[in-house]
């Protein structure tokens, strides 16, 4: 059984359907879930031809981001795939779905949407995205809050309370160190890397340092290999960094999280077909079964139980 902990399976734009054709590979795959993420700032962020590095270029409006939101979320409704909502109902037979959005900057100094996304389903939310919002720094532009702000502690303490995952990809590392201590709960960073300076690909601002993985895994969190910027390397990159990740902080805290269809994952991994080569790769390098089991579904899991008092 395969998990995949952060995609956009479907409708990686910012208008548009999920498209079924790509949510119908998951069965064949072996993908019982994919995490299928809403992005608030879309509408706001473009991509730099020259680095291939997405940036803010404008200020959102008010309701924008929300707008953005609930627009994802209706689409991947509409699609025909059923939504898991608790983690009885992630099945290896019957692949589902589960709602999530990236970035908090929807919020607007509004803790109770948490509170309405959350009865309408999304069980993943990310703090930050590309722009710096109200809840704390990122980790590709200057910081503005020194981390974690009152307002994100309190985001984060409601999201313990009425179960739904706290997701630290993109935040900064000290952004990460303030939710280290808000949390109850295991945390995500659920796509990135760790960083590898010298090697091609190897020092993207998003990648993570040994101290930022540490802290991440220290809640009892999972952090997911990223598949999206590794425009040399491509999923054979992506296969090596799962192992980095699984010799640096150990076999309980790494997940899959390809971010698919972004970057050069439009290209390698457009839809989920792709997904048992990296089952492939776990077992040629000699991991038993539930090692497999664990790195492909089982830690995630794990963490949704734990969140959602399974």
């Not at 019957?94 to 990236?102: G, H, N, R, S, Y």
């Not at 949407?113 to 995205?129: C, E, F, N, P, Y």
């Not at 048992?276 to 794990?302: F, Q, S, T």
Request: aromatic fraction near 4%; hydrophobic fraction near 40%.
């Amino acid at each position: 059984m395969i998990i995949d902990m952060h995609t956009h399976a479907g409708r990686p734009r910012r208008t548009g359907e999920a498209d079924p054709a790509v949510l119908a590979s998951m069965r064949p795959a072996g993908v019982a879930a994919a995490v299928v993420s809403a992005i608030a700032d879309i509408p706001m962020i473009r991509r730099d031809p020259v680095t291939k590095r997405l940036h803010k270029f404008r200020d959102p409006n008010p309701g924008e981001c929300l707008a953005a939101v609930e627009s994802y979320l209706a689409s991947w409704e509409r699609a025909g795939t059923r939504i898991a909502r608790e983690p009885s109902d992630i099945r290896a037979d019957d692949p589902a779905l589960v709602l999530a959005v990236e970035g908090c900057d929807f919020l607007e100094g509004q803790l109770d949407r948490l509170d309405m996304l959350a009865a309408r389903g999304v069980r993943s939310i990310q703090l930050t995205h590309y722009l710096v919002n109200e809840t704390g720094d990122i980790q590709t532009e200057p910081p503005v809050h020194g981390g974690l702000t009152r307002f994100g502690a309190e985001a984060v303490r409601r999201m313990n309370r009425i179960g739904i995952i706290v997701d630290v990809a993109h935040c900064s590392e000290d952004t990460v160190r303030g939710v280290v201590a808000a949390t109850d709960k295991p945390i995500l960073c659920s796509h990135a890397n760790l960083k590898e300076p010298g090697h091609p690909d190897g020092d993207h601002p998003r990648y993570l340092s040994p101290e930022y993985a540490r802290m991440v895994v220290d809640t009892g969190g999972v952090i997911g290999a990223w598949i999206a910027v590794l425009w040399q390397e491509r999923l054979p990159g992506m296969i090596r960094h799962l192992f980095r990740l699984i010799d640096t902080v150990g076999i309980d805290h790494v997940g899959i999280g390809t971010d698919m269809p972004a970057g050069v994952a439009a290209e390698e991994m457009p839809d989920f077909s792709h997904h048992p080569e990296i089952v492939a790769a776990l077992r040629a390098r000699g991991l038993a079964a539930e090692e497999i089991d664990k790195v492909c579904a089982g830690n995630w899991m794990r963490v949704f139980r734990s969140v959602r008092g399974a």
